[in-house]
């Protein structure tokens, strides 16, 4: 049972233009929505978050978007840049068995053409 | 400030041989995590230690993979024997304290990739 869910595996986008990366989520129980960015060889990195009473935020060229009642979740990079080009991941947060825990999607990669 | 640290990057074992990760987190992060992500999947939880002690295991095969986190800081993850299913990225994370609060980022070692023939 995926309850975080990615459904496009792969996202290509000119330089300059926006990219968006989308995700699903079925457990209203999460309340902590996060992005992860990971290059080849790489772990993730933390790349943006938002509060599940927030419907967005920003940082710089990124903003994530929450719809909760349709419990989806988007990322916005404008303007995308090659080095954006990477896998991003999509994650939720929700306490069980004794602690906060994040379950992550499938990912994204996306890539950015100069 | 230094990341999350592990080794070895890279290993290759014969199936039914055993193997150990070893992970050295942030500094003064309490809650560490291990991950297994198989190719084309998103990092699945395994087992997370807050301090020494074991929070959530219940994803770990506990017949052939086993860890801990004696001194509350290192940590080592083993698996004995190992199966062609196992092959996939290790990843250790590590958060100030995922026991206080569900905004508590967690961050990411490089990873352990792991073939098993």
């Known amino acids: 049972d995926q309850q975080v869910k990615q459904n496009s595996p792969s996202l290509s986008v000119q330089e300059g233009r926006i990219s968006i990366l989308n995700c699903d989520y079925t457990n209203s129980m999460f309340d902590y929505f996060l992005w992860y960015k990971k290059y080849p060889a790489e772990g993730p990195t933390f790349l943006i978050s938002?509060?599940?009473i927030k419907d967005k935020n920003e940082d710089g060229r990124f903003t994530v978007f929450l719809n909760k009642s349709a419990k989806h979740l988007s990322l916005h990079i404008v303007p995308s840049q090659p080095g954006d080009s990477a896998v991003y991941f999509c994650?939720?947060?929700?306490w069980g068995a004794g602690s906060y825990q994040l379950t992550f999607g499938k990912g994204t990669k996306l890539s950015v053409i100069p | 400030e230094a990341g999350v640290a592990q080794s070895p990057r890279y290993k290759i074992i014969e199936k039914r041989q055993s193997v150990a990760f070893w992970c050295n987190p942030i500094s003064g992060h309490a809650t560490l995590y291990w991950y297994q992500q198989i190719l084309g999947q998103g990092p699945k939880l395994l087992i997370q230690f807050q301090n020494n002690g074991v929070v959530d295991d219940s994803q770990l095969p506990k017949d052939r993979f086993s860890a801990e986190r004696l001194k509350g800081v290192d940590s080592t993850l083993k698996i004995q024997p190992a199966k062609l299913e196992d092959s996939a990225v290790y990843l250790c994370?590590?958060?100030?304290?995922?026991?206080?609060?569900?905004?508590?980022?967690?961050?990411f070692g490089p990873g352990t990739r792991l073939t098993v023939l």
């Open positions: 994650a939720a947060s929700a």
């Open positions: 994370a590590s958060s100030l304290d995922q026991l206080r609060t569900s905004s508590d980022t967690q961050y």
């Open positions: 938002i509060s599940s």
